[in-house]
């Protein structure tokens, strides 16, 4: 059922009555942001530019979810790793790694607390949040080599089944890429896999990408979306599985899998392709679809996002459970 009708920037944007009041005004105020350059300085003072507009949030992430944040150098580069104020000492020996998303192209773990700090105090756990180069500072497939890096180092300290990997957006793609690449190599595979929104296909493939042209709040293809993936790819296929994880074959072996999106979400049909893959490969999955949510919907301040996390939580929990008692 829809609801009231908004106005923004000259277009008439509809607003759901069966989400919270907190969403329906986020979704009368947020408007997708253009992401496009042509020179290194010009995707670098983009990235400035969206580092200084999550300072807000990110104020509020930390007010919210307490925790201690330090650097860890893991494979030569300094990450962010945090215990929440929640940290479960009955099982300290787990750690989530978690790759923020931004197109490929902005973010760092610093901007992205939003996602990384109700991660953290959600699943009880210490999260070690990657920081990778973006496709503006290095060419695919390093920030995908730069996960698997930190995957392999983090074997030394612990079972793989104590190890989970999260993502959003951009960033649930690379975990994607990475822990198939991994399992190509032959290196075990982590216990379980959280997935927020992937952008598992970046080309304009799917019926949501042309069903939700104007619905998602935050994403518009041509507008932030394109240039990004042009980018990214260096001129390869867009359909490469390395770069679009969700043409990758899954029979070959596949952590459980929690996805999770909403019924505004642009990527929503990669969620349910991916679904649909990992089903016919036998891998266990849970796809969570919320009303009326957009493309990372996680990272704002919603009871549906403390929902989304708790499920998720819940979802990488029951894989920890199966491994109690081993170091």
């Not at 009041?21 to 979704?27: I, P, R, T, W």
Request: glycine share 6%; hydrophobic share 40%; aromatic share 8%.
């Amino acid at each position: 059922m829809v609801g009231e009708q908004s106005m923004a920037s000259g277009r008439e944007k509809s607003v759901p009555s069966t989400i919270s009041d907190q969403a329906a005004e986020l979704l009368r105020e947020l408007e997708p942001d253009s992401l496009g350059a042509d020179t290194t300085e010009a995707w670098r003072a983009i990235w400035e530019a969206t580092e200084e507009a999550f300072q807000d949030l990110n104020a509020q992430a930390v007010e919210q979810y307490p925790a201690t944040i330090d650097r860890r150098s893991i494979a030569g580069v300094d990450h962010l790793f945090v215990t929440p104020s929640t940290h479960d000492d009955v099982e300290p020996n787990r750690i989530l790694v978690y790759v923020h998303g931004g197109a490929h192209t902005v973010s760092t773990p610093e901007s992205m607390l939003i996602g990384i700090l109700p991660a953290a105090h959600f699943t009880r756990s210490q999260v070690l949040a990657v920081r990778y180069p973006l496709a503006w500072q290095a060419p695919h497939p390093a920030s995908r080599d730069t996960v698997i890096a930190v995957y392999g180092e983090l074997l030394e300290s612990y079972s793989p089944q104590r190890v989970a990997i999260a993502g959003d957006s951009a960033g649930a793609a690379l975990v994607m890429s990475a822990v198939l690449k991994a399992r190509d190599d032959g290196m075990p595979l982590p216990a379980a896999l959280a997935l927020l929104s992937p952008w598992a296909d970046v080309t304009k493939t799917g019926d949501s990408l042309t069903l939700l042209e104007g619905a998602d709040p935050t994403l518009d293809y041509e507008g932030n979306l394109r240039a990004p993936a042009r980018l990214y790819a260096t001129g390869q296929d867009l359909r490469d599985p390395s770069i679009s994880p969700l043409y990758a074959d899954f029979e070959r072996g596949f952590p459980p899998s929690y996805i999770s999106s909403g019924t505004r979400d642009l990527f929503l049909s990669h969620c349910a392709r991916l679904q649909r893959k990992l089903l016919d490969a036998g891998i266990d999955n849970q796809l969570v679809v919320h009303e009326g949510m957009w493309h990372v919907f996680q990272a704002y301040p919603l009871p549906e996002s403390e929902s989304a996390w708790r499920d998720m939580a819940a979802f990488l929990g029951r894989h920890w459970a199966h491994v109690r008692g081993v170091s």
